[in-house]
């Protein structure tokens, strides 16, 4: 087995990761949730049709197992009266929220639920600040096994004393600053006494309270520091907003991200928002690099459409063995790291041109993986150099595999190029000197 001796230090958890029963957790999720493709018309039909697709379409069987309601499943006229728990939809999901629950585990997978740190959810819906025990044992007793756990519908009593410095909507500041932050932290401050900190760790200990293992999916989209702090919290956060159907915003996270690749671990990963694949205005080029992207910085999988309307080519790309044997790596836990930004010099921030050439070592690829990607809106070619790549310095001929199309290269000596489609990647898979 092909283990580097990056690899043998990434199988140790950090000291503080939230080490969960069962393995949950470990690995990043592989699932669909309802938000991307349906918002709020969301209701039990729905979500069975994507249950049955991903078992009928071959997704079951690649490691894809969450099913995940998002917003809107409540009553949004409040609490049970008498109960003070949270009320389903009887009209949208008819059989409860357990009874959806028992028939997704029926089919072999596990099923997820939306709520929000604070007092209502970015809906509008009840949400979970203050009734975290109540919420995380009723969850528990519908057989719930992963929470996504908003950001919105905090009380000004709850709020951060400073802000916290993330990007805006278009993932835009320059060179990693904050102008006109107002309010910033003090140098050395703590944010494990921030607001955002006890928000989220106070419904971390609620789940911990249960029996049951539920996954925790911290989405604080990137406040608080959270990256300091989601690795003891949550078995993933959100290192920034939300993502849309478009590849600007795409590319913009995806430029955010490649700063975080070192928070990146077993029980541990910062989470780039949900696929967007076979969404909006996404390009079948575009589709295949940001689902490449996502896998290769091992981040949750999370597919974000319409399962039964989802065409061919894009039903191959979140199909990719590649790509998901690499997110997925037993042995390995870190993921993959810019080696060279391409268009820009190395540690540009550049939310329209990220970081262009990425590689990691994968015990179950057997060697490395290398993703080139073509950031500009025109035809490009890109190059792999041998010896500029971390993990195969040494050697000057490889034996190489096209990841997309699984073709064999057969030996490759010195350097591999691609000519890409606008923001089109080449994702190779490099291993044994030949």
């Known amino acids: 087995m092909f283990i580097s001796s990056l690899a043998m230090l990434a199988l140790l958890p950090s ?56 917003d809107c499943w409540s009553m949004k006229t409040g609490r049970n009266s008498m109960t003070g728990r ?31 740190a604070g007092e209502t959810t970015c809906a509008g819906y009840p949400a979970s600040l203050g009734h975290e025990s109540l919420d995380a044992e009723t969850w528990a007793g519908w057989g719930i096994d992963y929470l996504k756990y908003d950001n919105c519908g905090v009380p000004s009593n709850w709020t951060d004393q400073y802000n916290f410095c ?6 835009n500041f320059p ?27 106070a419904m971390r200990n609620a789940l911990l309270g249960e029996k049951r293992t539920i996954l925790y999916s911290l989405c604080d989209w990137g406040d608080g520091d959270v990256n300091t702090w989601g ?32 928070y990146v671990g077993f029980w541990g990963h910062p989470d780039p928002d949900m696929l967007e694949v076979g969404n909006g205005d996404v390009t079948d080029a575009e589709a295949r690099s940001h689902f490449a992207l996502w896998a290769a910085m091992k981040g949750p999988l999370i597919i974000g459409t319409d399962l039964d309307t989802l065409s061919q080519a894009n039903l191959a790309t979140i199909k990719n063995e590649y790509l998901i044997k690499f997110n997925q790596d037993p042995v390995v836990g870190r993921s993959a790291h810019p080696y060279k930004w391409g268009y820009n010099p ?23 993986l290398v993703l080139m990607l073509n950031s500009e809106n025109s035809t490009a070619t890109r190059t792999a150099i041998w010896e500029e790549i971390p993990e195969l310095k040494g050697g000057s001929s490889y034996h190489v595999t096209d990841a997309w199309s699984g073709k064999d290269l057969g030996c490759v000596k010195s350097q591999y ?12 898979v490099v291993k044994g000197c030949c």
Not at 27 to 54: R, Y
Not at 166 to 171: A, E, K, R, T
Not at 231 to 254: F, L, Q, V
Request: contains cysteine; proline residues 5%.
């Open 175 to 201: 060179n990693g600053t904050c102008p006109n932050l107002s309010n910033p932290a003090p140098a050395g401050y703590d944010w494990t006494s921030s607001n955002t900190f006890k928000r989220y760790t």
């Open 15 to 70: 000291a503080n990761a939230l080490v969960r029963k069962d393995g949950v957790g470990r690995l990043p999720a592989l699932g669909w949730n309802s938000w991307n493709a349906f918002g709020c018309d969301v209701n039990e039909d729905k979500i069975m049709t994507a249950a049955n697709e991903m078992v009928k379409l071959g997704l079951k069987d690649l490691g894809y197992e969450y099913v995940n309601i998002d």
């Open 417 to 428: 190029s691609s000519t890409l489609a606008s923001h089109d990647s080449a994702v190779l």
């Open 231 to 262: 690795n003891e919290t949550g078995n993933s956060w959100r290192m920034s907003g939300d993502i849309s159907a478009s590849w600007s915003r795409i590319a913009a996270i995806t430029n955010e991200n490649s700063f975080k690749m070192n």
């Open 166 to 171: 993330v990007p805006d909507g278009s993932g």
């Open 86 to 116: 949270l009320m389903p939809n009887m009209t949208s999901f008819p059989d409860g929220i357990s009874g959806v629950a028992d028939q997704v585990h029926g089919l072999g997978l596990k099923i997820g639920i939306y709520s929000s």
């Open 346 to 368: 190395d540690w540009t921030f550049d939310p329209v041109h990220p970081a262009e050439y990425w590689s990691g070592p994968s015990s179950n690829l057997g060697g490395t």
